[in-house]
């Protein structure tokens, strides 16, 4: 579904409309990523409304600072997808979240349970899944804490109790494992 | 960098973490530098790339419709429908723009309704205002007219209570036998003028009545002088003014004689003359 509307404009154009400030482009951004960026958001944080908050943040900055990207070092969605993992985790640590998970109720995180039924419908996601279930323990628990809680390698390292060296070593690993499935 | 180090760099894993975000800015240049140098490193963070964002793109959940519509209107952009976007979301937009274009048309059109009424009105009051003031004025017309007419009225009135007071004298004094009722006739001077003059037979008073005369008209130096004729001598027994004045009593006493052949009226300056002016000799006529 997603691939199919990304085929609607390369990544090339994509950038010079971005970057000419061409409010069209922000919607077809927003339709061909949100929901890939929502993905990665909402595995950080796990509250509705708040990750929905970081969604918006994140276009607004991707919107405000889209001067700032450079084509040479990075895919388009690489920068997003940092903007997007960077405000997250900023938010994780905020008191803002802090406080709004003392009042979090039942039904938030009922509603939030539907949410990540969701992805279940995708699918290919079942596959993924099951891949990273699959993954052997060590490289899943580096993995859950880098990519699904927002760890830097560092705080995983320290979280782990593990050398620095082996964690990234072991994200490497599981990023590989990824990358053989999608090939 | 040789081939054995190039591949460790690869594998230290630095270049998931590139990927990842999760380098210091130092660290961050030193990738990127080492990137523009080897094209191993080049295709390497690509292939990561292209990974996670196959992997983000599998994982995705769609966010709720309104998130896109909060985006928009805090950026202060117009959420336009683009034919290359499919969704509902740019729908629910649109839709929400029109009901407000709805809403600010339905004022406006309400206002004008206001307007048109006011114009109206306005109108409307503005002839009834331009009638009512030329009825007001046509009634301060009306209303001078009838003051004229009143005083036309009051001085007819005045007038006639004067001359029926007049006549009423004149009965009196023609049934009575006492008086002599002297008729003067018009002279050369004058020849369609008359005059009546009344004398007591027993007192020997002489009076005039305004009402009974019909005198030529006088200017405002002269007056009327009357005259009795006495064995051929004239003899004057006062003045009179204007015979329309309503100012005067009817009857006006004039001095008495004892005895009179005729009596004469005279046109006269202001206060008499001691000699009758023949030439203004107006009435005249015998006892």
């Known amino acids: 579904m997603t691939a199919l509307k990304k085929s609607s404009l390369t990544e090339p154009e994509l950038v010079l409309a971005l970057q000419s400030k061409d409010p069209a482009v922000l919607k077809t951004l927003y339709s061909m990523y949100s929901s890939a960026l929502y993905g990665v958001i909402s595995r950080i944080i796990t509250h509705t409304e708040l990750a929905e908050d970081v969604l918006q943040e994140t276009f607004v900055k991707i919107w405000q600072s889209a001067a700032h990207y450079d084509n040479t070092k990075g895919r388009l969605f690489t920068w997003m997808m940092n903007i997007a993992r960077n405000l997250s985790i900023d938010k994780l640590r905020s008191k803002d979240f802090k406080n709004s998970l003392k009042n979090q109720d039942i039904e938030n995180n009922v509603s939030f349970v539907d949410e990540q039924n969701k992805v279940t419908f995708n699918p290919d996601v079942l596959g993924v899944k099951q891949l990273v279930e699959n993954l052997k323990p060590d490289l899943q628990a580096v993995l859950n804490l880098v990519y699904y809680k927002g760890y830097t390698h560092v705080e995983a390292a320290e979280k782990l109790d593990l050398p620095l060296g082996t964690v990234k070593t072991r994200i490497r690993l599981a990023i590989i494992e990824l990358r053989r499935s999608f090939n | 960098m040789s081939v054995e180090n190039l591949k460790a760099y690869i594998e230290s894993g630095v270049l998931e973490l590139y990927v990842l975000g999760d380098l210091s800015p130092e660290e961050t240049l030193q990738v990127e530098e080492m990137a523009s140098q080897n094209p191993e490193v080049r295709d390497e963070i690509a292939a990561i790339e292209l990974a996670m964002e196959n992997y983000a793109m599998q994982n995705a959940i769609e966010p709720s419709a309104d998130v896109e519509t ?109 008086w002599a009722t002297i008729r003067m006739s018009g002279q050369a001077f004058s020849p369609n003028s008359k005059m009546n003059v009344y004398w007591n037979k027993k007192d020997k008073s002489v009076l005039i009545n305004y009402v009974a005369m019909d005198l030529p008209k006088t200017d405002a130096q002269h007056e009327y002088q009357l005259w009795a004729l006495v064995n051929g001598k004239p003899v004057s027994l006062g003045v009179f003014g204007k015979t329309d004045s309503a100012t005067h009593e009817a009857l006006q006493k004039m001095q008495t004689i004892q005895e009179a052949q005729a009596f004469a009226v005279t046109i006269e300056p202001m206060g008499g003359s001691v000699n009758p002016t023949m030439e203004k000799l107006s009435v005249m006529g015998g006892v």
């Open chain 2, 70 to 178: 909060k985006l928009f209107e805090k950026l202060g952009l117009q959420n336009e429908d683009e034919a290359e976007t499919i969704g509902s979301t740019p729908q629910y937009q649109e839709q929400s723009r029109i009901v407000r274009l709805d809403n600010s048309d339905g004022k406006i059109r309400t206002l004008r309704f206001a307007l048109v009424a006011c114009i109206a009105l306005l109108v409307v009051s503005g002839i009834a205002l331009l009638i009512t003031y030329n009825k007001l004025n046509a009634a301060h017309d009306q209303i001078a007219s009838l003051n004229l007419d009143k005083q036309k009225f009051a001085g007819i009135v005045s007038q006639l209570e004067y001359e029926n007071k007049g006549l009423d004298n004149m009965v009196t004094m023609a049934d009575s036998k006492e």
